[in-house]
């Protein structure tokens, strides 16, 4: 097991999540961090994993699908990054 497997086998129980949610949208969300850690600044990629997380949780709230919820966050994420041209600063 690598330690990526390892942390989210403990971290995600601990916190209240189904693993199994966290391994159908790990990949997707991984890559999410990586296209904005690269594409807006790297500050901005745990930023937007929470903003993320938080949308989930909502959807979650409103008893809305919660694997969906974060494929179509990360939809719209994709959105902004293909849409985003930072301002010269």
């Not at 901005?44 to 969906?68: K, M």
């Amino acid at each position: 097991m690598d330690v990526l497997e390892e942390w989210t086998r403990l971290v995600a129980p601990t916190l209240g999540v189904d693993p199994a949610l966290v391994a159908a949208t790990q990949d997707d969300v991984l890559d999410m961090v990586r296209d904005v850690a690269h594409g807006v600044v790297r500050p901005a990629a745990p930023l937007t994993a929470y903003v993320v997380g938080l949308a989930a949780g909502r959807a979650a709230a409103q008893g809305e699908d919660v694997a969906a919820a974060v494929r179509d966050a990360l939809a719209q994420v994709g959105e902004l990054l293909s849409a985003w041209d930072p301002a010269p600063g």
